[in-house]
């Protein structure tokens, strides 16, 4: 069973509701009352208004070691059949309810109640704690964490990334990259096509090469086997336009996204799109000079590759006693700790297919298994 330090600080994390559209500053100033409370140096990285990073360090402040590392928004529970309150934990069953509780506060409030553990230890090397902000809205928040971590802060080994993965090691996940299209047309009377550009249809022909790309990255598939669904992914999630049916449409906008493969060409659908806008584009204007079809990418979070040899996956398959690693196909923060030069892997508490939904919960077995295997981790650092 988990240690009740784990689930009394649980309880106390759920009981902030860090929703992304919330500030997430009283749950780091609690975090921030509580280290301090165990000698424990820590900065705040501000990324907005009422948002912020932590980053703490305990043991010798040297290069190497090892960062734990979790976000602490969660996502809304509006419109959500609860069984009980989403932002006071409940245990029913050897499962602990609310929100976050799998994503991923359950890893935070495990670490953080090894923090004692954690100092008691003769450290080699540091453990670093690092908290952020804003990662359901495309891993927005850590960025300026992670250029302090690159810029002014003394290079640890390796970052594991709590996430919820059943205490399986991840040494793989797609990236995400959303796209926005706006479809600028030329208003006229419906009764007279010829004389206006309908932003609607251009959009729909724009969608259409959309859907053909998707086809086409079924068809390329997953050379390594790891993925479910095992092939990149690309799908539209809004669209809006026009103004009434009897008005040829001069505006139309949609979002749309793509979730490739590590190894997949990310110039790819981009480029695609941009040659069907050349084709298109001189039709169109030649009705109107003002129309035109412009698409900018609005949020790139990358996807985390497996490295050979990684210093990270080794660590953690050691402190897991797990033989094999996994690929997922939603992303993290991890990609982007990657990207800066750091080996990461995730590995958390907790199964991802509850997370976002009603009732989410994480098991006391999970919860256990966490702390075990952060003080395996810790070994490495003595």
Known sequence: MPSTATVEMLARLIAFDTTTRNSNVPLIAYVEDYLTG??????????????????????????????????????????????????????????????????????????????????????????????????????????????????????????????????????????????????????????????????????????????????????????????????????????????????????????????????ADPAFVPSRIEALRLRLEPELKAISQDVGITTISTNEVPGLAPEKDSIAEQLALQATGGNATHAVSYCTEAGLFQQIGLPAIICGPGDIAQAHKPDEFVSREQLKLCENYLMRLAEACL
């Not at 008691?120 to 690092?130: D, V, Y």
């Not at 709590?162 to 090691?169: A, D, L, R, S, Y």
């Open 38 to 263: 165990h000698g424990i140096s820590h900065m705040r990285i501000d990324y907005a208004e009422g948002k912020t990073n932590l980053y703490a360090t305990i043991g010798p402040d040297i290069s190497d070691g090892i960062v734990l590392s979790g976000h602490t928004d969660v996502v809304p529970v509006d419109g959500q059949d609860w069984a009980s309150e989403p932002f006071m934990m409940e245990e029913r069953g050897g499962k602990f309810y609310g929100r976050g509780t799998a994503d991923m506060k359950g890893f935070i409030a495990a670490v953080l109640a090894l923090v004692p553990h954690f100092k008691s230890l003769n450290l080699k090397t540091p453990i670093h704690l690092a908290l952020s902000c804003d990662e359901e809205v495309g891993c927005k928040g850590v960025r300026p964490l992670m250029a302090h971590m690159r810029d002014h802060l003394k290079k640890p080994r390796a970052v594991f990334v709590g996430e919820p993965t059943m205490m399986q090691v991840v040494n793989g996940h797609k990236s995400a990259v959303t796209f926005n299209t706006e479809v600028l047309g030329h208003e006229a009377h419906s009764s007279l096509t010829h004389r206006g550009v309908n932003a609607i249809m251009v959009a729909a022909e724009v969608i259409g090469e959309i859907n053909v790309l998707r086809k086409e990255l079924i068809m390329k598939g997953d050379s390594s086997g790891r993925f479910d669904p095992p092939y990149s992914t690309i799908h539209v999630g809004t669209i809006n336009g026009g103004t009434a049916k009897n008005i040829i449409p001069r505006g139309c906008n949609f979002q749309w996204e793509t979730r490739l493969l590590p190894n």
